[in-house]
């Protein structure tokens, strides 16, 4: 061991954690990407279901009422997703790293 050289064994460890984060980030690419995909067929159905609404009722008051709820029902859809990532992220910062 010397003062300029790292000691075999953190030579060693180091591949290792270089593994583990490559893991890690291609993990948290992969539910980003799941999320966005998800969010496109939600904007797709929420399209189509207005589309179809708005041809399909008789009148636009009805129409208005039921969008409205839907946009309501899309909202807390959305602050509990994000309530959900907050706490996660709470979790994950308080988790202690591996090293």
Not at 5 to 14: G, K, L, M, Q, T
Not at 32 to 49: K, L, T
């Amino acid at each position: 061991m010397s003062a300029t050289r790292p000691s075999s064994h953190s030579r060693r460890a180091e591949p290792v954690r270089r593994a583990s984060a490559r893991l890690e980030l291609r993990a948290r690419r992969r539910l980003a990407r799941r999320r966005q995909r998800i969010a496109r067929i939600d904007v797709a159905i929420g399209v189509a279901g207005a589309l179809v609404l708005i041809l399909a009722t008789p009148g636009l008051a009805m129409a208005g009422a039921i969008a409205l709820l839907v946009l309501a029902l899309c909202g807390a859809s959305w602050l509990l997703e994000r309530r959900r990532r907050s706490r996660e992220a709470v979790r994950r910062a308080s988790r202690p790293r591996r090293r």
